[in-house]
């Protein structure tokens, strides 16, 4: 081990321990040889250099000045080499900077030739030789508002197109999921926390769906998306009813029932009012699955049973959790309703799990099954406009679909918006026949969760039966006879329980996050004030002096303390001010000078998310408070 290659390593050691071990035992099998062209040092690898004949460094400056660059860029450096365009962006990035160095021979080499260690050892650095490592560091910085930009040589192409075209692909699956998520958190956590609590008194009725674990052991699942393949497998579905238990999503329940299918297990989780999916139809022989925090409108249809799905990843099913004291572990999410009631066959203990219209893509220019409720949707190509457009053949019934409201104005302009927002996230996917297909940004993003689900439990059989639709691995491609084949009858599905939850303990634990509210308050009062004092310096002086930079200092250590400490000991606050949160670190990263105009942009920014989590510590206590004081009129 030389000198170079050793710094190397205890640098890496300090930032990714694994992957420095990896490489101090690694024996290479195919090492890259160092070469001197036109007075510049470079790599031949498999018969091609690595970096620019002409001008490695030069190659290096110029795909860096065509990045943005900001405290909160991401720059993804693909392939080390001998580092130039690596020690470019490390040197120059205000952001943060991950290597992606997949192949264990140029990385080896390159620790042998040049030292990385003062690069490796930056705050903003990271490397990595995997996928998971790499979605990992991505995620943590991410934000809606910033994305992940690949910086490669132009050698990537030539050297191996197909792993240059599949890291392309998988990053924007990475984006994909984690902007569901971010968006999740920004639109949906202070909706969801309040219709969690609306929900609460009917919670009481809904059995935790883990109580039931295993109870379908062994047992046939089919869950149905409203994917254009539905209806092709609409005649398999009824012929073969008596092999498989029936999970659906709201959106294809429309399509099995108006075929005689009447589903075992219906999957709705939104928090809109998404009672159009169902409404008109006979639901009382469906077992009914749905987030505690899913829309009130929801549970007013009579039902066989009520289950919930208390997903574990969503911060307000955690502080539920606390709340009513059960163990979530069990339910897994991520963003997709087909994506839950696949967990719940699983949690139910279902050996063999069968997607049917799971296409997530649009199939022959049908983007929903024809019964759905978006069957009026199309995806057609404009050979004018040159790309893949949707719209709705008949507008009024997509209109009618989506918005509940009576006003014909309302109603259009919901799915004007609709329209208007599918099209701006069109999107392609590899397809299980390898073509690339049209979809959108939201399904693109299903497919890498869909195959880590079939990862990670696999002690069970998957199959898609789409044929037609994205690539999802992980599933078996099948049509859906040959996935029914050696399926036994299920017999009838008969599930009960004795449990029943602890109203008093819920109630006290209810008046113990009122009482973690008071407290945030009383921080948020004093941040508030700390505003105003600045805000008084700020108008009279009209400038920045020593006292005003104290006093913003004094602002960011209270917001520090409420969204960092305060936040990860009192979840209700830290779900209260999630989406404000975001924004807000976002422009405290991106503050770069401290004259007038940027302290008052930043502390207006403090102010406003204060002020906001106030109003929100308000909203919520009177909502808690109104849940007490029904416990006891009850009580009487």
Not at 271 to 292: A, C, H, R, W
Not at 371 to 400: G, H, M, P, T, V
Not at 560 to 572: P, V, W
Request: proline residues 3%; charged residues 25%; negative net charge.
């Amino acid at each position: 081990m030389n000198n170079i290659f050793q710094k190397n390593i205890l640098a890496l050691a300090q930032k990714n321990e694994n992957l420095a071990d990896k490489l101090s035992k690694y024996i290479p099998k195919s090492l890259p040889k160092l070469v001197n062209i036109n007075n510049s040092y470079n790599l031949e690898y498999k018969g091609i250099l690595l970096h620019n004949e002409q001008n490695p460094l030069g190659e290096a400056n110029e795909i860096f000045s065509m990045a943005t660059n900001e405290p909160v860029s991401i720059h993804v450096v693909y392939g080390l080499g001998l580092g130039y365009l690596f020690q470019v962006v490390s040197l120059n990035s205000l952001g943060t900077v991950i290597l992606y160095e997949p192949d264990l021979n140029v990385l080896w080499s390159a620790f042998t030739l040049v030292d990385f260690s003062n690069d490796i050892l930056k705050k903003n650095v990271y490397i990595t030789d995997n996928m998971t490592e790499l979605s990992s560091e991505i995620y943590k910085k991410s934000n809606t508002l910033n994305t992940p930009q690949l910086l490669s040589l132009s050698s990537a192409t030539e050297f191996d197109k197909e792993a240059f075209d599949s890291l392309v692909r998988q990053l924007q699956e990475i984006v994909g999921s984690y902007s569901l998520d971010l968006k999740f958190t920004k639109e949906k956590f202070y909706p969801s926390l309040k219709m969690l609590i609306e929900n609460i008194p009917t919670l009481f009725n809904e059995l935790p769906l883990a109580r039931f674990k295993d109870s379908l052991k062994g047992k046939t699942a089919v869950v149905v998306s409203a994917g254009p393949t539905l209806d092709r497998n609409i005649e398999t579905l009824k012929k073969c009813r008596d092999k498989y238990v029936l999970f659906s999503v709201g959106t294809a329940v429309k399509t099995l029932i108006h075929n005689g299918l009447t589903p075992d297990f219906l999957c709705i989780v939104e928090t809109y009012n998404s009672s159009k999916q169902i409404e008109g139809l006979d639901l009382k022989d469906v077992y009914f699955i749905t987030e505690p925090y899913s829309s009130p409108s929801l549970r007013n249809f009579q039902y066989r049973k009520t289950f919930s799905h208390i997903s574990a990843n969503s911060p307000i099913n955690q502080l539920w959790a606390d709340i009513c004291g059960e163990n979530i572990e069990e339910y897994w999410t991520k963003g997709t309703v087909s994506y839950t009631a696949l967990n719940c066959a699983r949690i139910l203990g279902c050996s063999k799990i069968i997607l049917v219209g799971q296409d997530l893509a649009y199939i022959g220019g049908q983007c929903y099954s024809k019964d759905s409720a978006y069957k009026d949707l199309i995806c057609e190509y404009n050979d004018k406009q040159q790309r893949w457009e949707i719209s709705a053949k008949d507008f009024e019934s997509f209109a009618a679909s989506i918005s509940p409201s009576d006003n014909i104005e309302i109603r259009h302009n919901t799915a004007k918006r609709r329209l208007e927002r599918l099209n701006n996230s069109l999107y392609y996917v590899k397809g299980i026949n390898g073509d690339m297909i049209p979809t959108e940004s939201v399904y693109a993003a299903f497919v890498k969760p869909l195959s880590e689900f079939a990862l990670h439990f696999n002690d069970r059989s998957y199959i898609n039966t789409s044929l037609v639709g994205a690539q999802i691995d992980g599933f078996e491609n099948l049509p859906l006879e040959d996935a029914l084949k050696n399926s036994e009858n299920t017999g009838e599905i008969i599930l009960n329980t004795d449990f029943l939850y602890e109203k008093d303990l819920i109630y006290k634990n209810i008046e113990l996050q009122t009482e973690k509210l008071k407290e945030a308050s009383k921080l948020t009062d004093e941040g508030i004030s700390c505003y105003k004092n600045l805000n008084n310096n700020l108008k009279r002086k009209k400038s920045v002096d020593e006292d005003i930079l104290k006093t913003l200092k004094k602002l960011s250590l209270i917001y520090l303390n409420l969204s960092g400490n305060f936040a990860d000991k009192c979840r209700i606050y830290d779900v209260i001010t999630a989406a404000g949160k975001i924004d807000l670190d976002y422009e405290m990263k991106m503050m770069r000078n401290f004259d007038y105009a940027s302290v008052l942009r930043i502390s207006n920014k403090l102010y406003e998310y204060l002020v906001n989590s106030e109003n929100g510590i308000n909203e919520i206590s009177e909502m808690l408070k109104g849940v007490l004081s029904e416990s006891f009129a009850a009580k009487g």
